[in-house]
């Protein structure tokens, strides 16, 4: 039996210097700019380096044999033809698409030169996606320095049509940013409640450093960890109560992998009812229930989630590609979604769910085939 196939992870490459002409003269010192020296381009956002690449690129390739680490040469970042064609190739017939500079925006801390740069964002994706509704979701970027921007650019981006924006996935200290548990972001989810703008936490954003481990195991760890993320805002949202003030407010996490999700869901339980003599603030439901009702997460490869759904709800649970990325799994997700269930007892209807339709109705893809499967 085919389902109609939604990957809830996917990523763009924007125009190299899409920020840098994007930003007025004045404000583009302290936004994301590209520095070219001694045979390198480096990409800095403000005076601080985020990453250097050889000015020596290989070229543009489609065929899915051609290797390339990031694989960030693929027509298809890039184009709309050539994403058809590898969306085609691997049985993706829809997808949420995220970006690649842009992941990392909230590391601008001037807090007008980043809603400049979310702005300059959102809107070349709603040029470059706004024609193709039907398969492709559009996903903003939230400046977060200064929520008065942060609520701003919800209302505008719902009045465009926006079903799902960017917070970032980790608050670390330092970062003059409150902690996801914090009531300053109480305007910002009632925003994202009472236009149905999805909170995504895309693994990675608002780390100080993804690559922080330089020992033994590095290549390992500093993806790995990246799974914590989502548990750990996650954690902020619903205990401190968040998420039970705003019951409309959706979260995704995504690239997190989602098998972490039921045992957070139990670990919280029962801890709230063991130590509910110290617990503040009281809430309205279990943490188990709020998360069910609330927060979804996309995975990859991890199966483990779709055996543990009876904790989180199947509803929870989404597919993604994470397309082009390495650790995605292009090009073998056609092998990767047959192979997903393998001994596992599970309705057609489950199946449906996580491979498609909760994604499509959560982010709300217009597509009449699928109003009828709601």
């Not at 996801?180 to 954003?205: C, I, K, R, S």
């Not at 109560?241 to 995704?252: E, M, N």
Request: charged share 20%; net charge negative; hydrophobic share 40%.
């Amino acid at each position: 039996m085919s389902h109609f196939v939604f990957s809830a992870d996917g990523h763009i490459v924007e125009p190299a210097n899409l920020f840098l002409d994007g930003l007025p003269p004045s404000l583009r010192e302290h936004g994301i700019h590209v520095e070219v020296r001694d045979g390198f381009r480096f990409m800095m956002y403000g005076k601080k380096v985020v990453s250097k690449a050889a000015l020596n690129t290989p070229p543009p390739v489609t065929d899915p044999n051609v290797e390339q680490f990031g694989r960030s040469n693929r027509i298809g970042v890039r184009e709309i033809p050539g994403r058809l064609v590898d969306m085609e190739h691997e049985g993706i017939d829809a997808e949420i698409c995220f970006p690649s500079q842009g992941l990392f925006l909230t590391k601008i801390e001037h807090p007008e030169a980043e809603l400049a740069s979310a702005q300059v964002y959102n809107d070349w994706n709603n040029e470059f996606l706004g024609g193709h509704l039907d398969t492709f979701v559009r996903c903003g970027i939230l400046p977060v320095h200064d929520f008065k921007n942060t609520v701003s650019e919800i209302k505008r981006l719902a009045g465009l049509g926006f079903t799902a924006a960017m917070l970032p996935s980790l608050i670390e200290n330092g970062q003059g940013i409150p902690f996801y548990n914090d009531e300053a972001w109480d305007p910002v989810f009632e925003a994202a409640q009472e236009h149905g703008v999805v909170m995504v936490l895309h693994t990675g954003t608002g780390r100080e450093d993804v690559r922080a481990q330089k020992g033994p195991g590095g290549a390992v760890i500093n993806y790995t960890i990246q799974a914590c993320d989502g548990m750990h805002s996650i954690m902020h949202l619903v205990a401190g109560g968040t998420l039970d003030r705003f019951p409309g407010a959706k979260v995704a996490c995504i690239e997190s992998g989602a098998s972490w999700l039921a045992a957070l869901a139990e670990r919280m339980d029962e801890v709230y009812e063991t130590h509910h003599m110290f617990v503040r603030p009281k809430l309205s439901l279990t943490p188990r229930e709020i998360i069910a009702r609330q927060v979804s997460c996309s995975f990859q490869y991890d199966r483990a989630c779709i055996m543990s759904r009876s904790v989180t709800s199947p509803k929870a649970l989404m597919w993604g590609a994470d397309y082009p990325h390495n650790e995605g799994t292009w090009p073998k997700s056609k092998q990767v979604v047959a192979e997903l269930f393998d001994g596992i007892d599970i309705s057609e209807e489950d199946k449906a769910d996580i491979l498609g339709l909760n994604a499509a109705r959560l982010f709300r893809l217009p597509r009449p085939e699928l109003a009828k499967a709601a």
